[in-house]
């Protein structure tokens, strides 16, 4: 498994100012939420739930998805991704992605996470990809990696909230695996 690739302001300021501006409000229907012992995170629906002026933000992200890792091919349909929020309190417990996507069958192998807003330090929501790196969010910051294999998590948001912007590549060849996340504690 490759180190991931981490590329500050990977999209210009002015795409990240329309986006913050068109955010979907924390109670409108675009969202699904999952909710638990993680605290509340949310996550666009569908792909026609993502504002347009995302898009040109999604495909500055699936440019350098497709520049990293020749042949990866990018679910455009947005299946669990799109525009992500974990607010204050939440966190993203420590998992495996899904390894397939479960209409296509198709392996999943890239994960790419932007970040929409920067968080100081001690206002936590980094993103810990488990023996490879710890990334702080920065507004711009583009942390793409291989995911088979790779235990990641979200450490709890202390801010107010947390925005990403996900995109998830896929190999052409069919796979077996789970189309879901897989979750375990960390040994305390």
């Not at 995302?54 to 799109?82: E, F, I, K, S």
């Not at 710890?134 to 790779?150: K, Y």
Request: aromatic content about 8%; hydrophobic content about 40%.
């Amino acid at each position: 498994m490759s180190s991931p690739i981490v590329i500050q302001e990977a999209v210009s300021p002015a795409l990240l100012e329309g986006l913050c501006e068109n955010w979907p409000a924390s109670d409108s229907d675009t969202w699904h939420r999952y909710s638990g012992t993680m605290g509340e995170k949310l996550a666009t629906l569908h792909w026609r739930c993502v504002p347009p002026e995302a898009w040109p933000v999604l495909v500055a992200v699936g440019q350098y998805m497709q520049g990293n890792w020749g042949g990866v091919q990018v679910d455009w349909r947005l299946h669990g991704a799109g525009l992500h929020e974990i607010r204050q309190g939440g966190s993203l417990p420590r998992h495996l992605d899904g390894e397939r996507h479960p209409r296509t069958g198709q392996a999943r192998w890239i994960s790419a996470v932007l970040f929409v807003d920067t968080l100081e330090p001690g206002q936590g929501g980094e993103l810990v990809i488990e023996g490879q790196a710890t990334i702080r969010p920065q507004a711009g910051t583009l942390v793409m990696f291989e995911t088979p294999g790779a235990w990641h998590e979200v450490l709890p948001v202390r801010a107010w909230r947390r925005r990403t912007v996900a995109l998830f590549g896929y190999r052409a060849e069919g796979c077996s695996g789970r189309t879901s996340a897989l979750f375990q504690p960390r040994d305390v």
